[in-house]
Nanobody
Framework: EVQLVESGGGLVQPGGSLRLSCAAFGFTFSNSAMGWFRQAPGKEREFVGGISWSGGITYYADSVKGRFTISRDNAKNTLYLQMNSLKSEDTAVYYC?????????WGQGTQVTVSS
């Protein structure tokens, strides 16, 4: 059974940093591209960034480019999202995603709140 478990969210002041983690179970993580998404209150879920199976290719939404970094540790079956220079508009529930041609899998999400 595919399972994704996010952690690392919390309350942070504007300009601060957080690192989110996503532990993956039930599939071959090291062969799989992964993604991060977020959903703010009253808004649709949006793409944040993605990473290739090897970690050699990363891509980001314009809104986070230069501030967020996605990485992975295939030995630990874990995906990361390093978030720097956080802004109030980054406040959202953050989700990691794994997809196949026939299904998409999501974690339960972790709340990130950026506020002074």
């Amino acid at each position: 059974e595919v399972q994704l478990v996010e952690s690392g969210g919390g309350l942070v002041q504007p300009g601060g940093s957080l690192r989110l983690s996503c532990a993956a179970f039930g599939f071959t993580f090291s062969n799989s591209a992964m993604g991060w998404f977020r959903q703010a209150p009253g808004k649709e879920r949006e793409f944040v960034g993605g990473i290739s199976w090897s970690g050699g290719i990363t891509y980001y939404a314009d809104s986070v480019k230069g501030r967020f970094t996605i990485s992975r540790d295939n030995a630990k079956n874990t995906l990361y999202l390093q978030m720097n220079s956080l802004k109030s508009e980054d406040t959202a529930v953050y989700y990691c995603r794994y997809g196949t041609p026939v299904a998409a899998y999501w974690g339960q999400g972790t709340q990130v709140t950026v506020s002074s």
